[in-house]
Nanobody, 121 residues
Framework: QLVESGGGLVQTGDSLRLSCVAS????????MAWFRQPPGKEHEFVAA????????FYPESVKGRFTMSRDNAKNTVYLQMNSLKPEDTAVYHC????????????????RGQGTQVTVSS
C-alpha cells in the first residue's frame, strides 16, 4: 500500500514537498516513481529513483525544479517541488515496481491514490 500526502493549493513560484509512505518489509527492493494526472489528461511521468536512491530520472518538464529522494529506513519517498507553475496542477501519485525503474504508469505494480496539487497563477 502506498499513501501520498503533502499536496495543497499554492501560488506560482511556491514550493511543496510530497511524501509517500509504503507498507511492507521489502521497500528497498522496489524502484519508486512519481506520476501526475492533470485534469482530463493521461498520467505523466514526473520522477523515478533507483533501489538505493543513487540515481534519479526526470522529464524535461520538471528537471531542475523537482527532486525525488527516498529513505529506505522509513519506507518513504519524497518529491520536492520548487518554482511551481500552473501547468504542474494535477493529482500526484507515487508508484512502486520490483527491480528496474520505468517511466510508464501501467508498468508499475503498485500505485497510490494520489494527492492533489493546485498551482494558481
Amino acid at each position: 500500500q502506498l499513501v501520498e500526502s503533502g499536496g495543497g493549493l499554492v501560488q506560482t513560484g511556491d514550493s511543496l514537498r510530497l511524501s509517500c509512505v509504503a507498507s511492507g518489509r521489502t521497500f528497498s527492493s522496489y524502484a519508486m516513481a512519481w506520476f501526475r494526472q492533470p485534469p482530463g489528461k493521461e498520467h505523466e511521468f514526473v520522477a523515478a529513483i533507483t533501489l538505493s536512491g543513487s540515481n534519479t530520472f526526470y522529464p524535461e518538464s520538471v528537471k531542475g525544479r523537482f527532486t525525488m529522494s527516498r529513505d529506505n529506513a522509513k519506507n518513504t519517498v519524497y518529491l520536492q517541488m520548487n518554482s511551481l507553475k500552473p501547468e504542474d496542477t494535477a493529482v500526484y501519485h507515487c508508484a512502486a515496481t520490483p527491480g528496474q525503474h520505468d517511466s510508464v504508469w501501467r508498468l508499475y505494480k503498485y500505485r497510490g491514490q494520489g494527492t492533489q496539487v493546485t498551482v494558481s497563477s
